[in-house]
């Protein structure tokens, strides 16, 4: 429809509520960051922010025990989180809550896993790190995608993108530093690869944005915000050497 308004919330939500990921990742990389935790047992809390519906909670849930939280601001996303969580059979141990990262009601030092794929860069690595470490537990770990240049140097389109976006990347090395300085032990950091890009968030989001499209063929917005997806995706292909999502994994000491 040509004259209807729509938010860019309003399609996000349209085009990611039926991904199993709603970014870059995979199960295969969730196991991997979980190969440098230890420590957790069935007592143990977790705590995943910016759950979005669940893809990679559930991997959590599948391959270590304790208790998880998932939070995100979305209602929709969290309500298919839950009922995944009971498709699982996961639902005693499991549960997603609308919340902010940005805003937490929880308890000091009262989880022993962060996790958070994704998300962080939207409010600052170090912003994002300082406030969530106030929440858990000494000797407890942070496991957290974000997106950072694997270079010094990178071209301007793609350093005008990023910045145009609203993040402020940074370098691998410059990240680990910002852990250090804020009081955690850098455990490991390592970049997702490609397919967790291509295979696993952009093409699936494409044909979520040609059935969008589909049925609002002369509506602006919808128009501009496909060619901005669009164009996310032609960069990384051009640019995926500079940059890329890193997981990082650090320990509270």
Known sequence: MENETFSILDLIIETHIKLERQGPGSPEMVIKALSFIDDYNKFSRVLDLACGTGGQ???LAQNIPGNILGVDTIPDFINIFNNN?????LQNRVKGIVGSME?????NEEFDLIWSEGAIDSMGFEKGLNYWNGFLK???YVAITCPSWFTVERPAQIEKFWSDAGSELDTIGDNISIMQNIG???VAAFALPEKCWTDNYFIPREAEDKALLKKNKVNKIVQAYVEGNKYEAELYSKYKQYYGYVFYIGKKI
């Open 103 to 107: 805003n937490l009601s929880f308890q």
């Open 184 to 186: 955690y032990m850098s």
């Open 138 to 140: 000494k000797n407890g």
């Open 57 to 59: 909670t559930m991997v």
């Open 85 to 89: 969580a009971e498709k699982l059979n």
